[in-house]
């Protein structure tokens, strides 16, 4: 079955750029009309969603985080990745990436059917 | 900077029936898009419980209810049991945002 797997640094300076990849195996990236999503959570806080790519390239981002956020598509390796500027301590932390499927439509919106086990990213001086 | 409005935690007594409300709006519930729940047990990542509003993955045991009127929706746990306890979140599409999800509900069994 298709799974994710985060990799990226654990520890990050304020004003860095994070990098984080998602590797997905067990099935093409290409194959069903999905998303590949970005998602954190606030140590002991809600989920957020960050942003979500088709395998084409259509990308859709947070307004909150928009001007920091890229997100990028490696079809040669089945994997997609985030990159995230001006680091500050209110970026720490846990990435999810997910994949975003829909029932019937996709504009009745997606919901996330698959999720890696996430990674820790702390923004530290 | 959610925009989908839960309690923050209910409790029940195993066996016991639980519901939990998401609360949006006209730009998100409101406005059609279909309501999603999510289950993140303690250290885990969170797992899909229902899809478009009322539709169980396969594997979620029919304990797992969910429902949606209006600008809101709710989720039901019958027959409460101990590894329920854990965060429970509504996700969906808002007009502005695209990917909402709600404050999050802690379920405790008692």
């Known amino acids: 079955q298709v799974r994710l797997q985060e990799s990226g640094p654990g520890l990050m300076e304020p004003s860095q750029t994070l990098s984080l990849t998602c590797s997905v195996s067990g099935g093409a990236m290409n194959s069903g009309n999905y998303y590949w999503s970005w998602i954190r959570q606030h140590p002991e806080k809600g989920l957020e969603w960050i942003a979500f790519t088709s395998y084409s390239g259509d990308t859709y981002y947070n307004p909150s985080l928009k001007s920091r956020v ?4 490696d079809k040669s390796d089945n994997h997609f990745s985030l990159k995230l500027t001006s680091l500050t301590a209110a970026d720490t932390s846990v990435y999810f990436c997910a994949r975003a499927a829909y029932h019937d439509t996709p504009v009745k919106g997606r919901f996330f059917d698959l999720w890696g086990r996430g990674t820790l990213v702390t923004v530290s001086s | 900077q959610s925009v989908l409005t839960q309690p923050p935690s209910v409790s029940g007594a195993p066996g016991q029936r639980v519901t939990i409300s998401c609360t949006g709006s006209r730009s998100n519930i409101g406005a059609g898009y279909d309501v999603h729940w999510y289950q ?11 899809y478009a509003n009322n539709n169980r993955p396969s594997g979620v045991p029919d304990r797992f209810s969910a429902s949606k ?4 929706a709710s989720l ?12 429970y979140y509504c996700q969906s599409h808002d007009n ?5 999800f709600g404050t999050g509900t802690r379920v405790s069994v008692l």
Request: no cysteine.
């Open chain 2, 69 to 72: 009127s209006g600008t809101s």
């Open chain 2, 40 to 50: 993140q047990l303690p250290g885990t990542s969170p797992k899909l419980l229902i």
């Open chain 1, 70 to 73: 890229t997100l990028s598509v």
């Open chain 2, 96 to 100: 502005y945002v695209r990917g909402v």
């Open chain 2, 76 to 87: 039901a746990i019958t027959g409460l049991q101990a590894e329920d306890e854990g965060d």
